[in-house]
């Protein structure tokens, strides 16, 4: 029997956000099988000091798996709206406003659920 994952969107907050009053929620999925595939193919090219294209491993995990996010300001205090391709993938000039330290935490979030959810369909 095929047990399908519903793969729902959860919520997020950074570690360095989340003693704080008012944190930044980030709404993030699972990756899909086939992503988990594609992303899993950059980690065997092994040439960096982390044994994988981090740079590519971080971008892909972001464009398939950050979906919104809620309290994100700019540098003023004020509001930062979500912003979407037409495909449905967060824009470029979203994940280019996120830190590097940030991008890599989201990231290895979203690569986390995925394995996450591979394992507890396994064992359902």
């Known amino acids: 029997m095929i047990h399908v994952s519903t793969r729902e ?3 997020y907050t950074l570690e360095r956000d989340r ?3 008012k944190p930044s929620i980030f709404r993030l999925k699972p990756l899909t099988p086939l992503e988990v595939k594609r ?3 950059l980690m ?6 982390y044994g994988f294209p981090v740079g590519s491993f971080v971008y892909e ?5 950050l979906v919104g996010w809620d309290n ?3 540098k003023a205090g004020k509001p930062v709206k ?3 391709e037409k495909d449905g993938r967060v824009k470029d000039a979203i994940i280019a ?7 890599s935490e989201l990231a290895f979030a979203i690569w986390g659920a995925a394995k996450l959810t591979e394992e507890d369909e396994k064992n359902s």
């Open 39 to 41: 992303i899993g193919d």
């Open 72 to 74: 994100v300001e700019d």
């Open 9 to 11: 969107v959860f919520e």
């Open 19 to 21: 003693e704080t009053d």
């Open 44 to 49: 065997g090219n092994r040439n960096s000091e």
């Open 82 to 84: 979500f912003a979407k």
């Open 61 to 65: 995990n972001l464009k398939c798996g």
């Open 97 to 103: 406003m996120l830190g590097s330290d940030d991008q």
